[in-house]
């Protein structure tokens, strides 16, 4: 297979229009080309509201050898690195193992192990797919909160109410970021993430991919069990309880609990888990109307066929901190992200099509355990809760919203202007600036207003700002060795919650790299 990047094709093309593009950088004839697949898509606005769309894209040809030589350097000749399940070990599993948490890590954790015949036990404190969307639903209808079924919590994790990124940093030579991506395809996820720069599900068709996952590892032999939460370990005899009641022996233990499992933290930290404080973000929600983004990155507003756009910033401000953009949602709506009676969070939510009103993402500030007020591994779930605790009030229950203006002036927004909120769950107009200490708030709005300079209207007085943004990613780590098991040997930590990932791709592949560590030791009776 050869390789070619930088085809460069005019906004409005169909998929002739890349061949023919490849034939005429190539100088082959129609006959010559054998076949073609497109390996990554991007845009390009350098030169808005003219804008092109580049590829790369793979290829077969008749005669290789000759347009190698004749075109060294632009086309170069590759081979797929394809995912293969480790070499298993030897001991044999005594009893199946238990995967803690149905989130991308721990749905990829177990779905690796099934169909390496172990028969993994997948227990989830929430709901299935279904059921959770229903309480979503009742929630964001009538503030009637399940602390065990929302947002946070229930099959798919936290991801599953979200823009569904798929984008990850994590480099990877072996494979593992395209088998995921094969994966989400394989049920039910749109071809396209397999090539697009910034791919995205969605929430609509993130959780029928979960779901139809689900399925499978159960019919690989595995089990998954709803309303089962991990609520006490004994560490010696090698078993875990089941909601204060049951008992289930294991060898293995996989804590892919999310980054909201804080009463489970407290518990697995009571039976001294070796766990560590470490540095997140907390910030805000801001919202601008999506033809305003769409005007400053395409240079115009009627976008035409091309997706609602977006943005990723990051500013680093005279005090040392780091404030940037985090989970875009182009086209999207901010959520309420709650999960505790008496604490309020907001996230951002995207469908498949983007068609919403608005444009939102949280604009979030680096904090580290230096401000928490306790060196406790566990400080800052409590930073967390303080801000959280901070929004309930400023909201009365309701997700507190502010126009940008009033936020840095630092008074209680009377109306809306422009900018009307699209927010899941009800909310109010209140003083946003006053959950946060001062450092933190004056943090934020210097953050804004630098990204002003580079979307512009991003700092505008009728911009909307809600709160809190505190749950970026887990306030701790689980520690854990080269082998991926902790300081109790047959607990393997993962994913997100455990300190080891940050977003649905990331998490997913740690929960395959997991599996992997697993079955390096065991295999099936």
Not at 31 to 45: C, G
Request: contains cysteine; aromatic residues 8%; proline residues 4%.
């Amino acid at each position: 297979m050869l390789r070619i990047n930088q085809l460069k094709v005019k906004e409005n093309h169909c998929l002739k229009d890349i061949q023919d593009k490849l034939l005429r950088v190539l100088s082959i004839a129609p006959d010559e080309l054998i076949d073609f697949t497109i390996r990554k898509k991007s845009l390009d606005a350098r030169k808005k509201p003219e804008l092109f769309f580049v590829y790369t894209v793979d290829f077969s040809v008749k005669r290789e050898e000759l347009l190698l030589r004749r075109m060294k350097g632009r086309v170069q000749r590759v081979a797929d690195v394809k995912y293969a399940l480790p070499t298993k070990g030897s001991i044999p599993f005594s009893s199946r193992p238990v995967v803690t948490g149905s989130g991308p890590a721990g749905l990829f954790c177990a779905y690796l192990l099934a169909q390496a015949g172990a028969a993994p036990l997948v227990i989830e404190r929430g709901g299935s797919i279904e059921e959770r969307k229903a309480e979503v639903e009742r929630f964001w209808k009538n503030g009637i909160l399940n602390p065990n079924c929302n947002v946070q919590f229930g099959e798919g994790g936290a991801g599953t109410f979200s823009d569904g990124k798929l984008n990850t940093l994590v480099k990877d030579a072996s494979g593992r970021n395209r088998y995921v991506l094969e994966t989400f395809v394989k049920f039910g996820a749109p071809a396209e993430i397999l090539y697009e720069q910034k791919p995205h599900i969605g929430t609509d068709i993130l959780a029928e991919v979960i779901q139809n996952m689900r399925k499978e590892i159960i019919a690989l032999g595995g089990e998954v069990l709803f309303h089962h939460q991990l609520t006490e370990i004994d560490e010696k005899q090698k078993r875990i309880q089941i909601n204060h009641k049951e008992w289930i022996d294991t060898d293995v233990l996989v804590l892919a609990l999310g980054h909201s499992a804080r009463d489970t933290f407290s518990m697995l930290y009571e039976h001294q888990l070796s766990m560590e404080a470490k540095a997140f973000a907390v910030g805000v929600r801001i919202e601008h109307p999506q033809r305003w983004i769409d005007k400053s990155q395409y240079g115009r507003e009627d976008r035409k066929r091309l997706p609602a756009a977006s943005y990723k910033l990051a500013e680093k401000l005279e005090n040392g901190r780091g404030v940037y953009t985090f989970c875009m949602c182009p086209g999207g709506y901010v959520v309420n992200a709650s999960s505790e009676e008496g604490y309020l969070a907001v996230n951002g939510m995207s469908y498949h099509g983007r068609s919403g009103e608005n444009a939102n993402s949280a604009v979030i500030v680096t904090v580290t355990p230096e401000d928490f007020k306790s060196s406790h591994p566990l400080a800052g779930i409590e930073f967390q809760r303080t801000l959280e605790k901070n929004a309930w009030n400023a909201g009365r229950g309701k997700v507190p919203v502010q126009r940008l203006e009033d936020f840095k002036f630092d008074r209680v927004s009377t109306t809306f202007g422009v900018c009307r909120p699209n927010i899941k769950g009800a909310y109010s107009l209140a003083n946003v600036r006053q959950i946060f200490p001062p450092v933190l708030a004056l943090s934020l709005e210097q953050g804004i207003q630098k990204m002003d300079k580079r979307i512009h209207r991003f700092a505008d007085a009728d911009a909307l700002i809600s709160g809190v943004e505190s749950r970026t990613s887990s306030p701790i780590r689980i520690v854990r060795n080269e082998n991926f098991t902790g300081s109790i040997p047959w607990i393997y930590p993962c994913g997100e919650g455990a300190g080891y990932a940050g977003g649905i791709t990331s998490a997913a592949m740690d929960g395959i790299k997991t599996a992997e560590a697993i079955l390096a030791f065991f295999t099936k009776n």
